[in-house]
C-alpha cells in the first residue's frame, strides 16, 4: 500500500459554548490540524493534533508536515508504521530542530494517519487491529463542566446535572485562581451537591508554585480529590516528587509530555500517579503505546488527556489493559465520520473501520483555513 500524496489541512471548530478558560488558557475554537494521507489504491487516513486554533502556529504544524515530512513518505508503504515513525523521528535535520513542541505535533498527526489507513484498509476499528478489546466498558469523568470561567452556581448546577441526569459518575474542576481558597470553596460545593460517591478530580494546568500547591492540598485532602492534574510547571520533575511525597491526593501528568523519555522520567522519580499521554502531541499511537505499557510495568493507571475530544483515544482505551477511564469534552464529536458517545456515563465501543480521526466532508467545507 505505497504512499501517493500527504495532503495538511487546518480545521477551526467552536467549542460548545462563547469560551471557555482555565487557569493559563482561553479559547473560542479547537484546532484540527492534520494531515490526509492518500495510498496508491485511493484509500485514506487522516491524523491530526490538537490546537487552541492560532492560525499562524498551526500553519507552523503544517508547513513542518508538508515540508519536512511528506517527502519521506512519498513511495514508502504505509503499513510500515513503526519504521517510518523512525525515520521521521530520527531524521537527522528535523530532529536538530525538534524532539518536542511543532516537529512532535506535525508527527503525530502523520502517525495516526497512517494507522487510521491501516484500520480502514483491514477494515476493521484501531481497538480490533491493535489486538481486540481488553475492557467490557469505558468509563467516562466529565471536564466540560468544570472550566473555571464558569461561576459558581452554574459549576455547581452542572455538576448536578451531569451526575443525575447524564449518568456520570466521574467529574473534573478546573482550579488555578489568584487564591487557591476559592478553588477549595467551589470543590467544596461541587462535593456537597454530588455527594461521596462521585469521583472528582482537580486540574491546574501547570500554573501554581510548589507552596500554593501544598496550601491547596492541606485544605482539599479532606474532600477527597481523586488527583490533582498538572498542579506546577510541566516539567518540574523535583517539584511534583516533592508534592507527591507531601499530600495523599495522587498526582496525574501528562498533557505537556513530548516523548517516552520525558514520562520516564517522571515515572523514575514517582513523581506521578495516573499517566495521562495524549496522542497529540506525543508523536501519535505508537509511542502512546510505549508510554503506556511503561506505565502498566508500574502497574499505574493510563487515563488520557484527550487533545483528540476522545476521538482516538476511546480505541485506545478499550484495548489497553492500563486504561482505567476517559476524559469527555462533547465539542466536535459531531464533526467526524466516527464520533464518540457516551451514555449513562460510559463511552460505546467504536465499530465502523478507523481510528475515529476521520473530519467529515461537511466539517472540512465548513471550518477549512487557509495554509499561507
Known amino acids: 500500500m505505497k504512499i501517493k500524496s500527504v495532503e495538511p489541512l487546518i480545521l477551526h471548530m467552536p467549542v460548545n459554548r462563547a469560551s471557555i478558560s482555565d487557569s493559563t488558557h482561553s479559547i473560542t475554537h479547537w484546532g484540527v490540524v492534520g494531515t490526509m494521507i492518500t495510498a496508491e489504491d485511493g484509500q485514506c487516513g487522516f491524523g491530526f493534533t490538537g490546537t487552541h486554533a492560532h ?16 517527502d519521506l513518505l512519498i513511495g514508502e508503504d504505509a503499513n510500515d508504521i513503526a ?3 523512525q525515520k521521521l523521528a530520527r531524521f537527522p535535520a528535523v530532529q536538530w530542530v525538534g524532539r518536542a513542541g511543532i516537529t512532535q505535533l506535525a508527527l503525530a498527526a502523520v502517525d495516526m494517519a497512517l494507522w487510521d489507513l491501516k484500520a480502514r484498509a483491514a477494515g476493521m476499528p484501531l481497538w480490533s487491529l491493535l489486538g481486540g478489546a481488553t475492557s467490557r466498558t ?55 451537591a454530588v455527594g461521596p460517591s462521585i469521583t472528582i478530580a482537580v486540574d491546574g494546568n501547570g500554573r501554581w508554585d510548589l507552596p500554593t500547591c501544598l496550601r491547596f492540598s492541606a485544605r482539599a485532602e479532606p474532600l477527597d480529590v481523586f488527583w490533582f492534574e498538572e498542579p506546577l510547571w510541566y516539567d518540574d520533575i523535583a517539584g511534583h516528587r516533592r508534592l507527591a511525597q507531601a499530600t495523599t491526593i495522587p498526582i496525574a501528568l501528562g498533557e505537556q509530555l513530548y516523548t517516552a523519555e520525558a514520562f520516564n522520567a517522571f515515572l523514575d522519580a514517582e513523581a506521578v500517579h495516573f499517566v495521562q499521554p495524549d496522542v497529540t502531541r506525543l508523536g501519535g499511537i505508537s509511542e502512546y503505546i510505549t508510554v503506556a505499557d511503561a506505565a502498566h510495568a508500574r502497574r499505574l493507571p493510563v487515563v488520557p488527556h484527550v487533545g483528540d475530544m476522545g476521538q482516538v483515544h476511546v480505541h485506545l482505551a478499550y484495548w489497553h489493559p492500563a486504561s482505567t477511564m476517559l476524559e469527555y469534552i462533547p465539542w466536535i464529536m459531531d464533526w467526524f465520520e466516527d464520533p464518540i458517545r457516551v451514555t449513562g456515563g460510559a463511552y460505546a465501543r467504536p465499530e465502523k473501520p478507523g481510528a475515529g480521526s476521520m473530519p467529515t466532508e461537511a466539517a472540512i467545507q465548513r471550518f477549512a483555513r487557509p495554509l499561507g
Do not use: H, M
Open 55 to 70: 492560525l499562524p502556529s498551526d500553519r507552523l504544524v503544517t508547513s513542518c508536515i508538508r515540508d519536512c515530512y511528506a
Open 83 to 85: 519504521r517510518l515513525w
Open 138 to 192: 469505558v468509563p467516562a469523568y466529565n471536564t466540560d463542566i468544570g472550566w473555571l470561567s464558569i461561576p459558581t452556581d452554574q459549576l455547581v448546577d452542572g455538576a448536578r446535572r451531569a451526575v443525575e441526569v447524564d449518568g456520570f459518575r466521574g467529574l473534573k474542576i478546573k482550579v488555578g485562581s489568584d487564591d487557591p481558597l476559592r478553588d477549595v470553596e467551589r470543590f467544596e460545593k461541587v462535593r456537597r
